[in-house]
């Protein structure tokens, strides 16, 4: 069994940074492959970032590519997003995700763990 739990988010101003952590716990979580996702009011849940489990492949979607970045210490069982150059259309919640398996995995359908997700608002 593994659990998530997401920090750092808040509110910022256009143009700002935040780092998120999603801290595991539970087993074997270092051969996980790990996926960070948003959701806005009234949209689909879509993915952010996804890393395989040795941190070596990385995938970020269009809309964020160049600005977030996304990471992972093992050692530490926790998974970052490192998010730059925020705008308005960033405001979401956002969650992290952990699969077993090797790969990416783009698609929320395959992950097995979620945390509560942790909000995000860019102001103008």
């Known amino acids: 069994q593994v659990q998530l739990a997401e920090s750092g988010g808040g509110l910022v101003q256009a143009g700002g940074s935040l780092r998120l952590s999603c801290a595991a716990s539970?087993?074997?979580?270092?051969?996980?492959?790990k996926g960070w996702f948003r959701q806005a009011p009234g949209e689909e849940r879509e993915c952010v970032a996804a890393i395989d489990w040795t941190g070596s492949s990385t995938y970020s979607a269009a809309p964020v590519k160049g600005r977030f970045t996304i990471s992972r210490d093992n050692a530490r069982n926790t998974l970052y997003l490192q998010m730059n150059n925020l705008t308005p259309d960033d405001t979401a919640v956002y969650y992290c995700a952990a699969v077993r398996g090797p790969g990416v995995f783009l698609h929320s359908s395959r992950y097995e763990y979620w945390g509560q997700g942790t909000q995000v608002t860019v102001s103008s």
């Open positions: 539970g087993r074997a979580f270092s051969t996980y492959a």
